[in-house]
């Protein structure tokens, strides 16, 4: 696929804007809140140019045609697997022929599980073959399977009731939907809870915020001293239906077999570009040691998603659309012959879904510098029309987003909501850096999260072209910015 690059002559003259050099003591801001106002302002012209390109201009549709090309070829990118290291290298290419700096990977280790046949198989009241899907690093269950009765719950407090009833079942759990963060629990969990008091294997209706039979997978995780058990999830249909059949006295069997196994780490990358700062990849940021005022070695602001996906649908939306808008978010300010003062940084993480392990393996590596990073922000909830940018960082942090995102009224998003995170960035968030994350659509997010409908049907060209236009106006201007983001 090429790559078209559009220089807009027109805004270069910008990029000299506000310039001066920040002075920070012990990193305290030198500049008046009112003062960074007015520098923001001045950032108008640079805002509607990235948006007319991204949304109007020439550059519309390109990251969701870029992310079409990627799926369509790779298809699903589960950790360990050669998909996932044909999409990184892919992707490797592609920013080198994209003109971006300092394209590199770096190596990680990453889990490796393999969910191999399953099934699960309704034998009494009346025979129904059910749709599921394993659960990642679930181990497997003997070949012949486990055939067992049912036991239904619809919460760890009733499991722990009905405690003596569990042993030697398999534990059904149709907890209700509340919200993605406190149902999804069951699924993390649901496994040891049901192990502890003696099930034989553990089936999770899909936490998901709609259904039309379809199974929505995840991680789940085992606990030392606790027996492993095979679990998987199941449709929130069938899961209701059991609820249903055990009200009116049923006795459910059900024979469930799964052929999950898991291997030794693999070799992966974490996939880096960069636009490097023009001022200050080497910014003086002056800090009191030992009386002798020492200068960092550089800042960043770093634009981020992660590339690999579970092994159903195509990755498409989770989070192919996050990783491609934050591409597309170097590629507008390059296209427009923009440079930040600061580097802008994309890293398209490997092993998200495994609870960040490529992520982590890059803050370990990378942490003794974390007072460099002036923002971090990832993109993992969908690339829908985003309803604003959420933040997490210190109130006058706020303030100054708040500023920025206000440069987004050409397209009517400008909201800055709290609690901004992501898997890969709260490792750098917890650590007192400002991290800032796209809130958009949740309901239609986990309406195909993690299932076989993650594809390329669910995304809409229109709309990634707005996210991406807001995570380009963003991290452009932060990045360009005199003065990092304060902190606490």
Not at 175 to 191: K, L, M
Not at 275 to 296: A, N, R
Not at 326 to 339: H, M, N, P, Y
Not at 374 to 381: K, N, W
Request: glycine fraction near 8%; include cysteine; charged fraction near 20%.
């Amino acid at each position: 696929m090429k790559f078209l690059l559009f220089t807009f002559v027109g805004v270069v003259h910008l990029l000299s804007t506000n310039s001066g050099k920040a002075i920070y003591r012990n990193g305290i801001s030198q500049k008046t809140f009112q003062e960074i106002k007015e520098e923001i302002a001045c950032y108008g012209d640079v805002a509607k140019a990235i948006i007319n390109l991204a949304v109007y201009g020439k550059a519309q549709n390109r990251s969701y045609e870029r992310l079409a090309l990627l799926v369509d070829t790779v298809g699903p990118r589960l950790s360990g697997s050669k998909s996932l290291e044909k999409a990184i290298q892919i992707m490797y290419q592609n920013l080198q022929e994209d003109g971006l700096e300092n394209v590199h990977l770096e190596p990680v280790k990453i889990p490796h599980w393999e969910r191999g046949e399953e099934s699960a198989v309704m034998l009494e009241p009346r025979n129904h073959k059910m749709a599921i899907l394993g659960l990642g690093s679930s181990i497997g269950t003997p070949p012949e399977g486990i055939t067992a009765e049912v036991l239904v719950v619809t919460s760890f407090d009733e499991l722990q009731r009905r405690a003596p009833e569990a042993r030697g079942k398999i534990v059904v759990y149709n907890q209700p939907y509340t919200n993605y963060s406190s149902t999804v629990q069951y699924r993390v969990q649901g496994a040891v809870e049901a192990a502890k008091v003696g099930a034989l294997a553990s089936l999770i209706r899909s936490v998901a915020s709609f259904s039309i039979y379809s199974p929505h997978t995840g991680v789940q995780e085992y606990q030392d001293g606790v027996p492993k058990i095979p679990t998987a999830c199941i449709t929130v249909e069938d899961a209701e239906m059991m609820s249903r059949m055990v009200s009116r006295g049923n006795r459910i069997v059900i024979q469930l077999k799964m052929g999950a196994r898991s291997y030794p780490d693999a070799d992966s990358f974490n996939t880096v570009a960069e636009i490097t700062g023009s001022k200050y990849p080497e910014q003086d940021v002056w800090v009191q040691i030992s009386c002798s005022p020492q200068p960092s070695l550089w800042t960043v602001v770093l634009v981020s998603g992660h590339l690999d996906s579970w092994d159903v649908g195509q990755g498409a939306m989770d989070d192919g659309g996050g990783a491609f808008i934050s591409w597309e978010a170097l590629s507008l300010i390059k296209d427009l012959g923009l440079r930040p003062k600061r580097t802008l940084r994309l890293v398209l993480w490997t092993a998200e879904e495994q609870g960040g392990i490529g992520a982590f393996q890059y803050y370990q590596l990378h942490k003794a510098n974390s007072s460099n990073y002036s923002l971090v922000m990832e993109s993992d909830s969908g690339t829908f029309l985003p309803s604003g940018l959420q933040f997490t960082g210190s109130d006058k942090a706020r303030a100054i987003m708040e500023e920025v995102m206000s440069l987004l009224k050409p397209i009517n998003i400008t909201q800055v909501f709290r609690a901004g995170e992501g898997t890969d960035i709260n490792f750098w968030i917890q650590a007192g850096v400002p991290g800032a994350s796209l809130l958009d659509d949740l309901h239609k997010y986990f309406s195909f999260h993690h299932s076989h409908g993650d594809t390329m049907t669910v995304m809409d060209p229109k709309q990634m072209n707005v996210a991406a236009a807001l995570w380009a106006v963003v991290s452009y201007v932060v990045a360009d910015m005199e003065e990092m983001l304060p902190r606490s």
